[in-house]
């Protein structure tokens, strides 16, 4: 690896640690630079996933405001994506590559439009409710998705953040920046665990870990400072175009 190798590395780190903490989609980032500077795509793959890990957990720290008084949630949430985010670790290790090929974008594309409707759909929902109360509860239905969008952000992660937005926004009703705030905590829980999975039986770069780690640690603190900011018609807008990138460079790729 070349000093100019191991710059650009880094800063695709920043830049998907950043992207990851607002929204989710980083590895669209760092997973094709790794490709384009020669890495095999499995050594790509579990290297990425693994130097991503400590931006996530910036960025969740970074949220911890949004945080308070969901713990409840967030725990039961973490379990399903512990599970789930296994699962997806081991099926990386025993299926071909192209496995997931068909139906990750069909999963990309689906969670935009959830982003999309979900505010229709929550004011509907509330306006056949007699009571009018806010859905709070975590069900079965809630932990069965979460718990699928672990399988998926363990196998591979792009937008796995985009995933985690639909799911929540259309099952629970709270503000954006709170949902966000939990999902940083599951993509770092999943990202963790596939990380811990990854560096015991697949092949690791570690000089490529610790740059993107390193990279991921600014951006993370960078973005949740940006991403608390935004509007929440702006993050959704965010999140939509995102999706939508993603989307695009997972069919032509």
Known sequence: MTLGDAAII???????????????????????????????????????????????VTGAIGYRRELAGLGGRTLRLAVASVVGGLGGALLLLVLPASAFDAVVPVLVALAVVLVVIQPAVARRIAARRPSGEPRTRVGTGLQAAVFG??????????????????????????????????KNVLAAVVNLLSGIVFALVAPISWPVVGLIAGGSIVGGLLGARIGRRLPPVVLRGVIVVVGLAALVQLLLR
């Open 149 to 182: 969008t672990g399988v998926y952000g363990g196998y591979f992660g792009a937008a796995q953040g985009v995933l985690l937005m639909g799911v929540l926004g259309l099952m629970i009703d709270d503000d954006l920046q709170r949902h966000n705030a939990v």
């Open 10 to 56: 880094a800063v695709a780190g920043v830049w998907a640690g950043m992207i990851n903490t607002i929204v989710g989609s980083g590895t669209l980032v760092t997973f094709p630079v790794l490709l384009a500077l020669g890495f095999p795509p499995l050594t790509a793959n579990v290297s990425n996933g693994l130097g991503l890990v400590p931006g996530s």
